[in-house]
């Protein structure tokens, strides 16, 4: 029976916990549940903002500004005998403080790294950056700060042991700034900003002082310029004299109010403050000078141009120093940003992407472009030139950034976009040196050879001695017996100024050339397709005879100019013609 009753109340009891807690006595019958993914164990936050060694600097900077001593020292790596001491503690921190304000300098806070594993570029060690130098008369100190954990723990950036140990040992009992021994005492006691309002005023003096020092070195240098550069007077030495006026005095500005702050003993914590505004001053100087700069260089490549006749080339210039100056603007404001502490990374990627998908979308038109650079670099054609393009002929009336149009012959206006053009067969007309001359004559069936010898002789005497022939020696060839004809080809260069020149000497070559034949005795044959439906004027006989008889005399004196002329033959037929020919309208020289 007592049995029975231990056997129902252990019954109870376990439908009771199965009832209460299912999930845990579920839990103890199989066994730990599995884990799909454990969540990233968090970095704790330091309430001291040490996980950088920007964070670090920044914090030091603001507790000796707000005169917190105690909370300052919390930045430095202290032996464990200083840090029981609240006395030793302040101490130490105000001598940091007062090297500081007299010859310390400290690296803008955009500057010092914000990550928490510090600078990787630099040549000191793993966890160790350099954020700025004390130098006085007694004391030269590298201002180093180092992370103290291991990997396994959050970072935490302090001003390294060796940085405060000579601190420690800088002797500078006694020492007080120069403003210290200048400044009356209400302008050290009365502060805004936790800084002695004479600091403030030292500053505004400063700033003044520095721009009107700057001011005048410059007008100093550009002085000696002037009399040590000889083309300090012309156009190009005098916009380049301006184009660095500006920059260089804004430099030199900078420069003096570094110097005076920090060798009058301005406060660190206001020089920190304003080493922001210094750098971004220095960033734009640069960018002013990069701006004036590109205008200078436009200026002088398009008056190059200009000079050079290649007009088609001030769009390309223009275009491309606009480009460069939205690329100035571009790269300033990147600059600026990050300088101030707006992380840019983000953006760069995003307008990396954005780069990539309009290029993509622009394709053609940066086709254009390049094809565009191409044209002016290589100059395959210029505006007034008559090309051919593929099967198009026209005279280039205007080479732009992204096509160039041709009028045709049929005074229309064809445009042809410069990625193609750059791409095709271009061949131009206008730089030609001479023309062709390459008439091929068919004479008849009924012609003798000597009436071919003579007409072989005089045509090419013709040649020879027309003054618009270039000197190369001319071909004429008896170069074939046709089913029809007797074919005679002619090859030979005009020497003239343009087409049109070309054309009138053609015309009078192949006047003379008609003449020669008539007085050969035998005329041009007729296509044998055609049927000519006219009496047949026989060759005049006494012609024939007369040529035959000059042939002969030729040949019993030697003087048959064939198959080579007589180089002297030659010379004494040089520029015997006058052309244009007597009874020709002459226009008169000025």
């Known amino acids: 029976m007592i049995l029975s009753v231990k056997r129902l109340l252990f019954s109870l009891l376990l439908l009771s916990a199965l009832l209460i807690k299912p999930d845990t006595v579920a839990a103890q019958l199989l066994g730990p549940a599995k884990t799909t993914a454990e969540e990233p164990a968090?970095?704790?936050?330091?309430?001291?903002?040490?996980?950088?060694?920007?964070?670090?600097v920044n914090g030091f900077i603001k507790a000796i500004g707000e005169q917190n001593y105690l909370r300052a020292s919390q930045y430095l790596v202290l032996s464990k005998r200083s840090y029981r001491k609240t006395a030793e503690r302040i101490r130490i921190v105000k001598t940091f403080q007062q090297l500081l304000d007299q010859g310390g300098n400290l690296s803008p806070s955009s500057i010092i790294s914000n990550k928490e594993t510090g600078r990787t570029d630099d040549d000191l060690a793993t966890g160790v950056d350099l954020v700025g130098n004390i130098s006085t008369n007694k004391a030269a100190i590298q201002l180093y700060v180092e992370n103290q954990s291991d990997d396994s723990q959050s970072p935490v950036w302090l001003f390294s042991a060796e940085t405060v140990e000579s601190i420690i040992s800088a002797d500078i009992k006694g020492e007080k700034t120069f403003l210290d021994r200048i400044l009356p005492h209400y302008l050290k006691e009365r502060k805004i900003g936790n800084v002695p309002i004479g600091h403030w005023a030292v500053v505004v003096v400063m700033t003044i002082l520095s721009y009107l020092l700057?001011?005048?070195?410059?007008f100093v240098i550009g002085f000696v310029i002037q009399k040590v550069?000889?083309?300090?007077?012309?156009?190009?030495?005098t916009a380049i004299i301006e184009a660095l006026t500006l920059p260089v005095h804004m430099y030199l500005t900078v420069i003096l109010f570094v110097a005076f702050t920090q060798r009058m003993g301005i406060s660190i914590v206001v020089r920190q403050r304003f080493s922001i505004i210094i750098i971004t001053i220095g960033?734009?100087?640069?960018?002013?000078?990069?701006?004036?700069?590109?205008?200078?260089?436009?200026?002088?490549?398009?008056?190059?141009?200009?000079?050079?006749?290649?007009?088609?080339?001030?769009?390309?210039?223009?275009?491309?120093?606009?480009?460069?100056?939205a690329a100035i603007v571009f790269v300033g404001i990147i600059a600026i940003l990050g300088i101030i502490g707006v992380d840019v990374t983000a953006g760069l990627a995003a307008l990396g992407i954005g780069g990539i998908a309009l290029a993509l979308g622009a394709q053609k038109t940066i086709e254009n472009f390049v094809g565009s650079v191409s044209l002016i670099a290589d100059q395959p054609l210029r505006v007034g030139d008559y090309c051919r393009v593929d099967d198009i002929k026209g005279t280039v009336e205007s080479i732009g950034m992204r096509s160039t149009t041709l009028r045709t012959s049929a005074r229309t206006i064809v445009t042809i976009p410069n990625g193609q053009?750059?791409?095709?067969?271009?061949?131009?007309?206008?730089?030609?040196?001479?023309?062709?001359?390459?008439?091929?004559?068919?004479?008849r069936m009924e012609t003798t050879p000597d009436q071919m010898r003579?007409?072989?002789v005089e045509l090419r005497s013709l040649l020879y001695s027309h003054p618009a022939v270039l000197n190369s020696p001319p071909i004429v060839r008896f170069t074939g017996i046709t089913a029809d004809a007797l074919k005679v080809e002619i090859t030979a260069y005009i020497e003239a100024i343009n087409f049109e020149i070309s054309q009138e000497v053609q015309e009078d070559l192949l006047l003379r050339m008609m003449d020669v034949i008539e007085a050969s005795g035998t005329s041009l044959a007729y296509p044998s397709q055609t049927l000519y439906m006219a009496r047949d004027i026989s060759p005049s006989a006494e012609k024939s005879e007369a040529v035959s008889e000059t042939v002969k005399k030729w040949k019993e004196n030697n003087e048959l100019q064939l198959p080579k002329f007589d180089p002297k033959r030659v010379e004494e037929l040089r520029d015997s013609i006058k052309y244009p020919d007597e009874g020709s309208f002459k226009p008169k020289e000025e």
């Open 229 to 237: 550069w000889k083309k300090a007077d012309t156009e190009n030495g």
């Open 283 to 325: 960033i734009v100087a640069f960018l002013i000078l990069l701006w004036r700069m590109t205008d200078f260089v436009s200026m002088f490549a398009r008056g190059r141009m200009s000079r050079r006749g290649r007009i088609s080339a001030i769009s390309a210039i223009l275009f491309l120093s606009r480009t460069t100056k």
């Open 42 to 56: 968090k970095t704790p936050e330091d309430s001291l903002g040490r996980r950088t060694p920007q964070g670090t």
């Open 214 to 218: 700057a001011r005048i070195l410059i």
């Open 421 to 443: 053009l750059s791409a095709s067969k271009i061949e131009n007309f206008a730089h030609r040196d001479r023309f062709i001359f390459n008439p091929i004559f068919t004479f």
């Open 454 to 456: 003579y007409l072989l």
